[in-house]
């Protein structure tokens, strides 16, 4: 058993060799906008990083690990052998073949339109034809999930999907439909500029199309991360599954209500009207239902966790918990982050407290605090836990564990915290430097050099993750079985509704097209909105 | 059984402190809204970006603050790589001031400051907020959404001066400028 054993390997090892460069990338960039350095010489260099910084992080990293995740997932709890070996060998190269096609015009300064494109401005068309076929060989992840859960269900009929499974399919769905919204504005909107076919684009639709992914996705990286906080973390630190039935319920809540959300990054633009913004900004209120669900549930869990091993009193269980288990430093760290990273998103969401930080430094300090925080411990968590399974290494060493994963949380947590401050002073993010001279901007330098302090130790924490795993001695011992957290009350018998996704999906694609049809519409019928297109690297 | 009792009240319990905590949320944000007409940029009005320069609205003669007619101050201003048109605005304490602005080129945005003045200016569409300055003094005005190479070098600058040293300087119908020339 276990065939996918090489292909999830290839597709960790890709993700995280990727994910070592891009990080040099964003240390560096705190570095050269610090006081410490000499400003760039050449800020085009600095735009170039980010936006290889950005891609990397955003698209390859994190679809990478999902899939990877996805695919020993089915194997591991459908306990039976994957279907379409070869498709999905198919996908990670389409995926590989992708980065290297889009991070070619990104080295070359061709495509310096950072992540999220910004049209008008047109990068090399190479640019845009690697970021879709990643996301083409992603696809191909998406069917091969829903084909194997459809021939366990064959086989298995009137029986519960295991959990880990649901949560899998869960987001591979949430990712198709996800990725529908950058797919249109891509293909539709921009491929024909970049081909020279046509020199205007709209805009304005342009990023509403974009905003449709925008959000969603960060659910997309997420999913990992919580499948780990419901079906490894409880086993791993020795306690039971709270509820089944609430991980279910978290994993159909962020396939409905993770979509219709996105035009909360157009506030201040001016081509969405105010209403669709107040309907975005209430469902993004309602995302956090199941991310509440799952703190509690997960913090119960623990607790079930803490009181086998003896715990007493109302707070007192909390000692008793196994603190130098790397798993329990990572959910406590994850959910540390996620409380700062989801209080300053609430920010961000409201109507109104969104004028204050909108498009400042406080908003990448909360989605690094979400992602590259919350969720990418969660991704080391899952990379050391399965280790053991892929290649049938002896434990990891524990103590490195615990240091690299104290360094993440210190790193993350000293990157961010002044970006928040500066944010609410106004500093404007994505500038290659700041004039420090300044006397309006001269206070807030320290921030920029703390900052740089805190990237440098999530550098050292990803390297000594990079090496942990590149360490491990090889065929060593035999994992035994792989087994996931068992529920505090079996057996699982999941309701028709929570162990299926028809309604679901069905809800997740009437709430966007209810919630985007409106704008979308409005916006392509609306005359001589089309604009020059600015291409990149031409002057 | 009393067990999964427990647990299943907790959960409950727990569920409504969710859902009572969205509600009160969301019950603020209709509330600021209504009450302090506390608004997003919110009209969808479109403005062809390669006749900006030549007639209209935006022309260089209409750019920069005014006191309308009806006796609020107006302030007209354009984004480009890698400028703001004007580079210094002057705005009144104290009072109600609508910004009227759009790109020429790629996408740009500014904020004021340490204030709430914050907009996206999209090419081909008119951003149109209204806010309040509540202290005199310069503020920096920096572009915050990337629009290029140079985008880190496009600062400009906002004098809040008091209300009645505003008034007094529009009233002879000109437009309010702080640029150095
Ligand atoms: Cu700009």
Redesign the pocket.
């Known amino acids: 058993m276990f065939v996918a054993r090489k292909l999830v390997l290839a597709h960790f090892w890709v993700a995280f060799v990727a994910f070592g460069a891009a990080i040099v990338l964003g240390e560096w960039q705190m570095f050269v906008r610090s006081p410490l350095a000499q400003w760039v010489n050449n800020p085009e260099h600095y735009y170039r990083s980010v936006t290889g910084h950005g891609v990397v992080m955003g698209y390859v990293m994190p679809t990478l690990v999902a899939m990877g995740f996805g695919y020993a997932l089915t194997e591991l709890s459908l306990k039976q052998a994957l279907i379409g070996l070869r498709w999905a060998w198919a996908g990670f190269w389409l995926v590989v073949i992708g980065t290297v096609t889009a991070a070619t015009p990104i080295a070359l300064g061709q495509a310096s339109v950072l992540y999220t494109f910004y049209p008008p401005m047109i990068a090399n068309v190479f640019f845009y034809l690697g970021i879709v076929l990643v996301v083409v060989g992603s696809w191909f992840w998406v069917a091969l999930m829903s084909i194997n859960l459809h021939a366990w269900k064959k086989a298995h009929p009137g029986e519960t999907v295991p959990l880990a499974m649901f949560g899998n399919v869960a987001g591979a769905y949430l990712w198709v439909w996800t990725s529908v919204g950058a797919a249109t504005e891509v293909l539709v909107l921009i491929l024909p500029v970049a081909l020279g076919l046509k020199d205007t684009i709209d805009a304005g639709l342009a990023r509403v199309f974009f905003s449709w992914t925008l959000h969603a996705i960060v659910y997309f990286w997420l999913m990992p991360a919580y499948i780990a906080f419901y079906t490894i973390v409880p086993r791993a630190i020795g306690g039971r599954l709270y509820s089944d039935t609430m991980g279910r319920v978290a994993f159909v809540l962020f396939l409905v209500f993770s979509m219709p959300i996105g035009i909360h990054h157009l506030f201040a633009d001016p081509q969405v009207g105010a209403g669709f913004k107040f309907v975005h900004a209430t469902l993004t209120a309602m995302v956090s239902v199941p991310t509440l669900l799952t703190v509690f549930t997960i913090v119960a869990s623990v607790e079930i966790a803490a009181r086998l091993r003896g715990g007493k009193g109302a707070l007192g269980w909390v000692k008793a918990l196994p603190w130098d288990e790397p798993f329990m430093l990572a959910v406590t760290f994850a959910f540390v982050m996620l409380g700062f990273g989801g209080a300053g998103g609430l920010v961000n969401m409201s109507y109104q407290l969104n004028e204050t930080i909108h498009n400042t430094q406080w908003v990448t300090g909360h989605f690094h605090l979400i992602f590259a925080g919350a969720i990418v411990i969660m991704y080391f968590v899952v990379a050391y836990d399965l280790w053991p399974q892929l290649t049938r290494c002896a434990p990891l060493p524990r103590g490195l564990m615990r240091v690299q994963l104290w360094l993440w949380f210190v790193g993350m947590m000293v990157l961010t915290m002044p970006w928040h401050w500066v944010g609410l002073l106004g500093m404007p993010r994505r500038m290659a430097y700041y004039d420090y001279t300044h006397p309006a901007l001269q206070p807030q330098a320290w921030t920029v050099v703390a900052s740089t302090f805190g990237g440098l130790a999530l550098v050292v924490s990803a390297f000594l993750f990079i090496y942990i795993l590149a360490t491990a001695k090889r065929g060593a011992a035999d994992p035994g079985e792989y087994r996931f957290s068992v529920p505090l009350h079996l057996p699982v018998r999941a309701p028709a509704l929570l162990n299926g996704f028809a309604l679901w999906v069905a809800m997740m694609i009437g709430l966007t097209i209810t919630n985007y049809g409106f704008p979308i519409v409005q916006l392509a019928t609306l005359p001589d909105t089309s604009v020059p297109a600015i291409r990149i690297g031409d002057r | 059984m009393s067990a999964e009792h427990v647990a299943v009240a907790a959960e409950r319990r727990w569920a409504y402190i969710v859902g009572g905590t969205i509600a009160v949320l969301v019950l603020m944000m209709i509330v600021t809204g209504i009450h302090w007409a506390s608004m997003p940029p919110s009209r969808v009005e479109t403005i062809d970006p390669r006749t900006l320069h030549v007639s209209g609205e935006f022309v260089e003669s209409n750019l920069g603050t005014t006191l309308t007619p009806d006796g609020k101050a107006m302030v007209r201003l354009i ?1 480009q ?2 400028s703001f048109e004007p580079q210094c605005i002057v705005v009144p304490a104290a009072m109600p001031v609508t910004f009227r602005g759009t790109a020429t080129d790629v996408v ?1 945005g500014f904020i004021v400051g340490t204030t709430n003045a914050n907009v996206m200016l999209i090419p081909g569409f008119v951003a149109t907020f209204t806010t309040t300055f509540h202290t005199a003094g310069e503020q920096l005005m920096p ?1 915050h ?1 990337y ?1 290029g190479t140079g ?1 880190e070098a ?1 600062w400009a600058r906002v004098q809040v001066i008091p209300r009645d040293e505003f008034l007094s300087r529009a009233r002879n119908g000109e437009r309010l400028s702080c640029v150095r020339r």
Do not use: G, P, T
């Open positions: 984004a790589q890698y740009h572009c959404e629009c985008h496009m």
